[in-house]
């Protein structure tokens, strides 16, 4: 027993003598440089807006209170600055990428053309996680979701990339729900696919509320033609713009079935932890853990959350361990539901 008690004693001493060497020498590291988020969309819309909040408090939660500057790199929905975060720079611990967690779906999948191995990165924590919904400018003249499934006339939806909210959930609503949503992609980002509608080149887009009700504020304000009118989201909430909608899963069900129903919620992996950071592999252990350590800090914040408020950007923290839990369920969906997701992607030869 008391042989036990030594060991058990010694064993407690070394881990936190390990953790105090991490944090010296993560000073020694992080003083006096600083630290890029690169984020895969423009200014403007969802992605900047939690990736320059993170960015206001996150160097005082790392030792050595490095500075952390955001880098904006959008194109290709988000892969450009993916690709680069994860394939070519270098892992040391001073850049971090923020990109659309769908594709890491996509690489499960089979897309070819996501180069990047979810498996291997650093996850280091997400803002949150999202509630997908719909939303259609007055002029189209769409109010409800009844409206979206009786039209005869193509309802145009302004989108970025196949891999994104906005160009796939479209397409699976016209493939398991039989909606005539013509997908028009190319936009760099949300914030120009809202510059579009206000412009009427599109009727509307698919996206996920919490940014929605932040960055697009005075869009869901408007009045008349000019006005953002959500018509169908994925859950509940208390608030009067979405209260009273249909949700996705009761739709799926009612008009797909249990199978669309399962296809839709294998889907929904990625929307558990959005606009995650994360560091190439190969980044040394313990500056991962450094890196995990400050962000769970810095999501407690009290002027973070203060800050976030004051935006309309809704929270519900992701640990970098759940986010390594949420790739690991996506790589392990069923066969029927790769199946039945499968022509969202170009398959690799």
Request: proline share 6%; charged share 20%; aromatic share 8%.
């Given at each position: ?27 020694d ?12 969309a ?49 892992p ?16 499960a ?23 997908l919904?719909?939303?259609f400018?007055?002029f189209?003249?769409i ?17 970025t ?13 016209n ?24 412009s009427?080149?599109v ?10 009700r ?6 869901l304000?408007?009045k ?11 859950r509940?909430?208390d ?17 797909g ?10 889907y929904l ?20 853990a ?18 976030a ?14 986010v ?26």
């Open positions: 027993m008391y042989k036990g008690s030594i060991l058990t004693g010694f064993l407690a001493f070394l881990s936190l003598a390990f953790m105090a060497s991490a944090v010296v020498h993560g000073e590291f992080y003083k006096g440089k600083t630290i890029r988020l690169v984020v895969g423009p200014p403007g819309g969802g992605y900047d807006a939690y990736t320059r909040l993170t960015a206001r408090h996150l160097g005082k939660y790392v030792p050595g209170n490095p500075a952390v500057v955001v880098i904006n790199r959008p194109g290709a929905g988000t892969l450009v600055a993916g690709h680069y975060v994860a394939g070519k720079s270098k040391d611990g001073l850049t971090v990428g923020i990109w659309n967690s769908s594709m890491a779906l996509r690489e999948l089979g897309d070819r053309g996501v180069k990047i191995k979810h498996k291997d990165v650093g996850w280091i924590g997400a803002p949150g996680t999202e509630t919904t719909c939303a400018m007055g189209s003249g109010r409800t979701f009844d409206d979206v499934l009786r039209s005869k006339k193509p309802i145009k939806m302004g989108a990339r196949a891999g994104s909210n906005t160009v796939d959930l479209p397409t699976i609503m493939k398991y729900l039989g909606t005539n949503f013509n997908v028009i992609s190319g936009y760099r980002g949300v914030a120009p696919i809202r510059l579009a509608m206000q009427r080149e009727d509307g887009f698919c996206s996920g509320w919490e940014p929605i932040g960055t697009a504020r005075a869009m304000d408007a008349g033609d000019d006005k953002l009118v959500p018509v169908i989201i994925h509940r909430w608030e009067p713009e979405v209260k009273d909608l249909p949700t996705f899963p009761d739709v799926f069900k009612e008009k079935g249990a199978q669309a129903l399962a296809i839709y919620q294998a992996g990625p929307t558990q932890f959005m606009r995650p950071l994360a560091v190439p592999p190969g980044t040394p252990a313990e500056r991962v450094i890196l995990r350590k400050a962000f769970a800090a810095t999501v407690k914040d009290k002027q973070y959350i203060a800050d408020n004051r935006s309309k950007l809704a929270l519900n923290p992701v640990t970098g361990q759940q390594e839990q949420h790739v690991e369920k996506i790589f392990s969906m069923s066969p029927e539901a790769k199946n039945g997701l499968g022509f969202l992607v170009r398959k690799k030869k």
